[in-house]
């Protein structure tokens, strides 16, 4: 008797990459992840961190979920951004966005698409520039 192991594809199409011995959850990401580490060579960008973790809290301060953002991008003058690459936005990433960017006003939330016409051109940013 044989069984064969079909892997279940995944729900919005996307295939996990590898990039520099590091697992990604798209070919963009990743592809973003090596444009990320250019600017990091050249000195615009002094540290990026992967799948940082934030609590989210409400107006009541009780702690509501997490945000697990794609990259947490720290510039030579100390100023953080989180980048989040999308290629499908759904219902919840946008709440999670939303408190997100009520509870770090500081950091700027940076949303790259694979398309130019999703989100407007290439990048949304949510935050202090609202």
Not at 26 to 38: D, F, I, T
Request: hydrophobic content about 25%; aromatic content about 14%.
């Amino acid at each position: 008797m044989n069984f064969y192991i079909q892997k279940r594809a995944n729900k919005y199409g996307n295939h996990t990459s590898i990039y520099n011995n590091e697992k990604y959850d798209s070919k963009g990401e990743a592809g973003y992840s090596a444009e990320l580490n250019l600017r990091l060579k050249v000195g615009e960008i002094s540290k990026i961190e992967r799948q940082r973790t934030f609590p989210l809290y409400g107006k009541n301060g009780g702690r509501i979920t997490t945000h697990r953002v794609d990259f947490l991008v720290t510039f030579p003058d100390g100023r953080q951004e989180v980048h989040e690459y999308k290629g499908f936005g759904t219902q919840i990433w946008k709440i999670k966005r939303d408190l997100f960017v009520d509870n770090y006003p500081e950091i700027l939330y940076v949303t790259i698409t694979p398309k130019g016409n999703w989100y407007g051109k290439q990048k949304q940013t949510y935050g202090q520039n609202r």
